[in-house]
């Protein structure tokens, strides 16, 4: 391993910035129909999803509040620790408000299930997860997406905000990560 933790690993183009483009307008058109003259509030789950949010929230044709927790889960690598303690909370009061949660990718589902029965205790009116990718493969929680950019295999996935050990998330398209066989090479 390098200093960075990336050595030995390809990146191979998934999406490009078109394709995602048409994933984000799709979500939004359904977001700002089904959220229209309600009191919507988005809340982004960091540091994933923050590429994706800012893109989405400005094609929404609706008012749109937002917010921010950040959740400890996924350690380093790219193995989940299964753990999930949160270490930034929502600020703007969720009783009575419909809230959508911006996820960049739903894996085992924990996460997911951890904040959305957390974000439960304080009193919104309704609960939607909106996210970006999902890996259905991997699922260890029932937990399904109300709003859903693609479905993608069990793969590694980086760019779009996404990271591998803090790497990658400047990306603006979507890759995928290979080991490299130096045999091979
Ligand atoms: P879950 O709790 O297992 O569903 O994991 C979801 C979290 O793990 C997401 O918020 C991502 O930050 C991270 N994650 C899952 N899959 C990937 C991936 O392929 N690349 C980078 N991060 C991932
Ligand atoms: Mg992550």
């Not at 089904?34 to 789950?45: A, P």
């Not at 044709?61 to 380093?76: K, N």
């Not at 193995?79 to 600020?91: A, L, P, Q, W, Y």
Request: net charge negative; proline share 3%; charged share 30%.
């Amino acid at each position: 391993m390098n200093s960075e933790g990336t050595e030995g690993y390809r990146l191979n183009r998934l999406f490009t910035q078109e394709q995602i483009a048409s994933f984000v307008q799709g979500l939004a058109d359904r977001i700002s129909k089904d959220y229209s003259g309600k009191e919507l509030v988005v809340v982004c789950i960091l540091k994933g999803a923050f590429m994706f949010l800012s893109d989405l929230i400005r094609r929404l044709r609706i008012p749109v509040q937002v917010d921010f927790v950040r959740l400890a889960s996924y350690g380093s690598g790219m193995k989940t620790s299964g753990k999930i303690e949160i270490t930034k909370d929502v600020e703007i009061p969720l009783e009575k408000k419909d809230v959508l949660i911006i996820e960049d990718i739903i894996d085992s589902g924990r996460t997911l299930q951890f904040l959305k029965d957390r974000l439960a205790l304080l009193k919104p009116r309704s609960i939607k997860i909106c996210a970006l990718l999902d890996k259905k493969a991997r699922r260890e929680v029932e937990m399904e997406a109300d709003y859903l950019g693609a479905d993608v295999d069990d793969i590694f996935i980086v760019g779009y905000g996404i990271d591998f050990n803090e790497h990658y998330r400047h990306l603006p398209e979507i890759y995928y990560v290979t080991p490299i066989d130096p045999s091979k090479e």
